[in-house]
């Protein structure tokens, strides 16, 4: 088995979408970043490659990269996963928690939850998102910036048949 774990954040911005564990939420900031910005996406894929001893994502998707700008995070997601299996290990689950003031997130969970485990390849219950706030404390709390957190199990293909 290996074992990773995902962190990653954006500061909020009043010229974007707001897209969160590839869920587009309504209102009035989005998250700035060259690619959509999820940075739940994010935080999941960096635990996979982290899990296999990879690169983080900038290595496979790079800032630089014109042609990636806006591009959706699931395609990242989909790329961690592909890169585990080609060295023979499979998503066994996901767990992550999103930092956030604001917007409240409870009413987007669970399809949160089912498009991560579409892009991930696993059932829903094997992915689990959460949410909380930071108090009113720092860039988070004053709602200028959200975060993810992740942890994800890879288990051999073998024993993901079992």
Do not use: W
Request: hydrophobic share 40%; charged share 20%; proline share 6%.
């Amino acid at each position: 088995m290996r074992v990773g774990i995902g962190y990653d954040i954006h500061r909020t911005c009043e010229e974007r979408e707001l897209v969160l564990g590839g869920v587009r939420i309504p209102g009035p900031v989005g998250l700035e970043g060259h690619s959509d910005a999820d940075c739940l996406s994010h935080a999941i894929a960096d635990a996979i490659l982290g899990a296999m001893g990879l690169p983080d994502i900038g290595t496979y998707f790079p800032p630089t990269d014109p042609s990636l700008r806006g591009m959706d995070s699931q395609r990242i997601l989909k790329k961690a996963v592909a890169e585990a299996a080609s060295k023979g290990y499979r998503l066994a689950n996901v767990d992550s928690m999103l930092i956030a003031e604001r917007p409240k997130l409870q009413p987007y969970m669970q399809q949160m939850k089912a498009t991560l485990a579409h892009s991930l390849g696993v059932e829903p219950g094997c992915v689990g998102v959460k949410a909380t706030t930071n108090e009113q404390v720092g860039d988070i709390g004053k709602g200028l910036a959200i975060a993810a957190h992740a942890v994800c199990l890879l288990v051999p293909m073998e024993e993901a048949q079992r």
